[in-house]
């Protein structure tokens, strides 16, 4: 029997280079994503294409149902749907905080819910939450991702532990600077919301810093590999860290004091 995964935000790179992998190795793959368009390449790949968005409860519902009443299971959930809001926390409305965190954390949590009924009746399944290395460390202006991903790697701690007695695994993948859209929205929006503000002397280095780590960043593919290896793995490891120097940043996180490690982020946006 064909495992059956759904991978979330398949529309672009690390999601759309999962859904590829994972096809390519024989399993069903349905891809959602809010851009039903943006996915269509994936068509001759065989992968199954479902129009979904993780703030819309009727979406997430619809989708869910449609991949069980197909194949009468669901054995992987790839997390990967989620975005960067950059900005002075000053500077940022609250709703746009309060959306970021519907989109990176409570539309991810509803998702799960939706699948682990199917999931604990075959007693099996593997869910992967696509964090960052946001989750492990601090930077200027990202106090709303980064606290967002703070949130998604406790609950994947906490989630591990619950359904450890069902058989399902939750695994979290980190990445660190990966060539994608990701950074193009997050510096343009960290240019819209502080680029006049009191903090626009710091936010401009912050966006010539992140222009840089584009340049020294891993393509997706690298992280949608170590997806598969998460996937495939007998006993999966409960964290990955991968790509764009995501292994030593974490490394020297460890290593250094708080103040320490704000001193060296600090030095970087020169």
Partial sequence: MKRVALVTGASSGIGKETAILLVQKGYIVYGASRRLEKMAELVPHGIKLLEMDVTDETSMVATVNQVLANENRIDILVNNAGYGSYGALEDVPISEARYQF?????????????????????????????????????????????????????????????????GIDVVVIKPGAIITEWNTIARNNLIKVSGNSDYRILAGKHVKMMENADKHGSLPVVVARTILRAVSAKRPKTRYAIGGGAKIILFIRRLLSDKMFDRLILSMMR
């Fill in 102 to 166: 519907e989109v990176n954390i409570f539309g991810l949590a509803r998702l799960i819910q939706l699948v682990l009924p199917a999931m604990r009746q075959q007693h099996s399944g593997r869910i992967i939450n696509v964090s960052s290395i946001g989750g492990s460390l601090g930077e200027p202006h990202g106090a709303w991702y980064h606290a967002t991903k703070f949130a998604l790697e406790g609950l994947s701690d906490c989630l591990r532990m619950e359904l450890k007695q069902f």
